[in-house]
């Protein structure tokens, strides 16, 4: 079993700025890919950003230029660094991980973080 726990959500006005962070412990396998995704009441949880354990990401249109994700290997942690805010950006944001041998069982999901941001 793997557990992933998110932190720094919050309150922010737009244009703001912040980090969350997922920190991933237990039957830490590699390789991996780590995950955002973000969802609204109502709605599918949709992908935000991804790294791989080699270092490539993937964005969401929505977010490109604005969001940047990153991870540190060594610490089974990844980041996402969220600029220039929008209220359209409010959800509850989810951290996953999908680590060799890439299987169902092998799939996590961490509590959820809420990112509120004001206009």
């Known amino acids: 079993q793997v557990q992933l726990v998110e932190s720094g959500g919050g309150l922010v006005q737009a244009g703001g700025s912040l980090r969350l962070s997922c920190v991933a412990s237990?039957?830490?396998?590699?390789?991996?890919?780590m995950t955002w995704f973000r969802q609204t009441p109502g709605k599918q949880r949709d992908l935000v950003a991804s790294i791989a354990s080699t270092g490539d990401t993937n964005y969401a249109e929505s977010v490109k230029d604005r969001f940047t994700i990153s991870g540190d290997n060594a610490k089974n942690t990844v980041y996402l660094q969220m600029n220039s805010l929008k209220p359209e950006d409010t959800a509850v944001y989810y951290c996953h991980r999908n680590q060799f041998p890439f299987t169902s069982p092998d799939r996590y999901w961490g509590q959820g973080t809420q990112v509120t941001v004001s206009s």
């Open positions: 237990g039957s830490i396998r590699s390789p991996s890919t």
